[in-house]
Structure formats: structure tokens, C-alpha cells
């Protein structure tokens, strides 16, 4: 057996039957699209949420609220996730380019330092922002921080 004599079983396929060829053929006339409108033309597109000429859901749904568009969204790290993470990582320096390399951040994401936890290793921290608690805490262990704009 070789991949040029292949062929399916027997009676695994069928001749696919052949729209518009007349009324005697069984899909003929209208060629299975119904009468009229624009789904029966030849080249008719649907519009990517039509309902039929119902009123769309994002239209029906009511607008509410407000989203700022200036918003800047921080990958948050608390100093107790900071620890373990140099205990899984053995980071030089805690910084952007460390943390991308790992997989931990995006290249376009924006790090911010929070003081949740406790950190007993002593780092350098190159990061977007930093909270004043958390400042306070690396500073104490002996480690600087440098921020990133």
C-alpha cells in the first residue's frame, strides 16, 4: 500500500448534487435559497451583526458609565511575591528586562511595587512606580530603588 493508491471506502462518498440544473434534478429553480430577498442573490454578504433588520444588541444596550482613556494599567507585585520569585528566579536586580526574559511581564507592560508582604533579600529595584511603604521597605533591607519612565 502507498500513498498514490489511497482511496476511501466504498460508498464512503457521493457525488455532491448540483444546485440550479433544472426542475427535474431536485435542487433546481431557486437553487435551495428560498424565495426573493438578498440571501437568494448570487454575491449577497451579511453584515457582521445583522438580526434580520432587528434592532442590534450593541444599539439596544444601554451606554453607561465613563472609561478613561488616559488610564495607566500597572502589573502589580506585592514584596512577598517578590521574595519567592527570587528564591524561584535568583534575580541580579529586580527590573523590566529581568522580569520580561522570565516571562513574568509583557514588553509593553508597566511594573508597580507595593508593600504587601515582607522582604528579607536585598535588591535593586528598576521598576514604573512604587508605593511609599514599599519604598520605605527595600530601603531598609539595604537596596535602592531607580524608577522608569
Do not use: C, W
Not at 427535474?24 to 435551495?32: D, L, P, V, Y
Amino acid at each position: 500500500m502507498k500513498l498514490h493508491n489511497l482511496k476511501p471506502a466504498e460508498g464512503a462518498t457521493h457525488k455532491q448534487k448540483r444546485l440550479g440544473r433544472g426542475e427535474a434534478s431536485g435542487k433546481g429553480g431557486t437553487s435551495t435559497k428560498g424565495n426573493k430577498g438578498g440571501q437568494s442573490r448570487a454575491g449577497y454578504q451579511r453584515k457582521n451583526a445583522f438580526e434580520g433588520g432587528q434592532m442590534p444588541i450593541q444599539r439596544r444596550l444601554p451606554k453607561r458609565g465613563f472609561k478613561n482613556m488616559n488610564r495607566v494599567e500597572y502589573k502589580v507585585f506585592n514584596l512577598g511575591q517578590i521574595e519567592t520569585l527570587n528564591e524561584k528566579y535568583a534575580f541580579s536586580e529586580f527590573s523590566l528586562e529581568n522580569l520580561y526574559i522570565n516571562g513574568l511581564v509583557n514588553r509593553t507592560d508597566k511594573v508597580k511595587i507595593l508593600g504587601n508582604g515582607e522582604l528579607k533579600t536585598r535588591l535593586n529595584f528598576k521598576v514604573n512606580a512604587i508605593s511609599d511603604k514599599a519604598k520605605a521597605a527595600i530601603e531598609s533591607v539595604g537596596g535602592t530603588v531607580e524608577l522608569i519612565k
